[in-house]
Nanobody, 122 residues
Framework: QVQLVESGGGLVQPGGSLRLSCAAS????????MGWYRQAPGKQRELVAT???????NYADSVKGRFTISRDNAKNTLYLQMNSLKPEDTAVYYC????????????????WGQGTLVTVSS
């Protein structure tokens, strides 16, 4: 069974930094697009950043210049470096990936992690 497990969340002061990680495990053949989403209390889930298997990135306007998404394909791991954090970045951050498994090597299915909480507060 494929799993996405996020880590690295926590409490940080405004202006601080955090690095989130998302490790994919299971009988994985290939991972296509990966991304980070977030959901603040009382709000809908929104896109933060995405990255293709070739490394092409896309960012929400609200995080451009502050966040950097990257991935290690050999380790099936996704990262999000978050700098200059603001209180409005407070949210549960979710990892997302399109994954093909040994069971269905030619089909990609969307997977979600369980989320990690990021709180930006003084």
């Amino acid at each position: 069974q494929v799993q996405l497990v996020e880590s690295g969340g926590g409490l940080v002061q405004p202006g601080g930094s955090l690095r989130l990680s998302c490790a994919a495990s299971g009988r994985i053949v290939s991972i296509r697009n990966m991304g980070w989403y977030r959901q603040a209390p009382g709000k809908q889930r929104e896109l933060v950043a995405t990255i293709t298997s070739g490394g092409t990135t896309n960012y929400a306007d609200s995080v451009k210049g502050r966040f950097t998404i990257s991935r290690d394909n050999a380790k099936n791991t996704l990262y999000l470096q978050m700098n200059s954090l603001k209180p409005e970045d407070t949210a549960v951050y979710y990892c997302n990936a399109d994954i093909a498994t040994i069971r269905s090597p030619w089909e990609y299915f969307e997977r979600w992690g369980q989320g990690t909480l990021v709180t930006v507060s003084s």
